[in-house]
């Protein structure tokens, strides 16, 4: 079968994408707690990917003068460098994520990706931001400053505790509840069906409340939410530009 590469058309139908780099298949609920080991190494920009390495370094180190060479080496060079010399296992670490990511057919040749996703910095960016669009994971990336960090993830922290974020087991037992679907089905969906499914919930769910207090507006001022009307899918066709946002308070 020859794939089509409509992409909206492949995310919600659930099947691979042909990639520059060889065939991607989407990543399903029951591998999310698999995909999630690599998220928050995606998510990184090249610069934090070098602070992280000078951070393992300090830890293994405490001579001044090898720390100051490492540093001095990872301005100079570009990140990728670092990845191909196996810093870290970083590139065991990369070849596990492109396993998991990738059909396991004949085709694939774990080495020519590998070399393909990271021969530059600017290739390892947008591969690593369509990986995660792909499978309907929208994230910011993190800060290279430290403190501002610090403040985003407790920020995330505490919009969790407030109940203005939703996490990975409340969308599971939403769409458990409302759609009728059992574990079986639930964990075969891919994450982007996972989220799609979550969010038409909701939508349904804000229609049929705006018709409630609509019954009881007698001023007109209530206005009914439609359910039909989609989150603009920015992921256009064999572009590889950044996913907004299935759901505005989707947080997994």
Do not use: C
């Amino acid at each position: 079968m020859e794939h089509i590469n409509n992409t909206s058309y492949l995310k919600i139908n659930g099947f691979p994408f042909n990639s520059e780099y060889g065939l991607l298949k989407p990543i399903k609920v029951y591998e999310y707690e698999e995909f999630m080991k690599y998220v928050t190494f995606l998510k990184k920009t090249t610069k934090n990917v070098k602070m992280l390495f000078l951070g393992e370094m300090m830890k293994a180190t405490d001579n001044k003068e090898t720390i100051k060479e490492f540093r001095d080496s990872l301005i100079n060079n570009e990140m990728v460098k670092f990845i191909h010399q196996d810093f870290f296992q970083t590139k065991r670490f990369i070849e596990s994520l492109i396993k998991l990511t990738f059909v396991n057919n004949e085709e694939l040749d774990i080495d020519t990706v590998f070399i393909n996703i990271t021969k530059s910095d600017k290739e390892w960016d947008k591969f690593r931001k369509f990986i995660l669009a792909f499978n309907g994971i929208v994230t910011k990336d993190e800060s290279g400053d430290a403190e501002i960090q610090r403040f985003n993830n407790l920020s995330n922290a505490m919009k969790e505790a407030k109940g203005d974020t939703i996490n990975f087991e409340s969308t599971y037992t939403t769409i458990m509840a409302f759609s009728g679907y059992d574990t079986d089905k639930i964990n075969n969906l891919t994450l982007y069906q996972f989220n799609t499914l979550f969010h038409r919930i909701m939508a349904f769910k804000n229609y049929d409340t705006s018709v409630l207090f609509k019954t009881v507006d007698s001023k007109g001022s209530v206005k009914i939410t439609s359910w039909a009307s989609p989150k603009e899918d920015k992921l256009k066709d064999n572009e590889f530009v950044k996913l907004t946002s299935l759901s505005e308070k989707q947080d997994i």
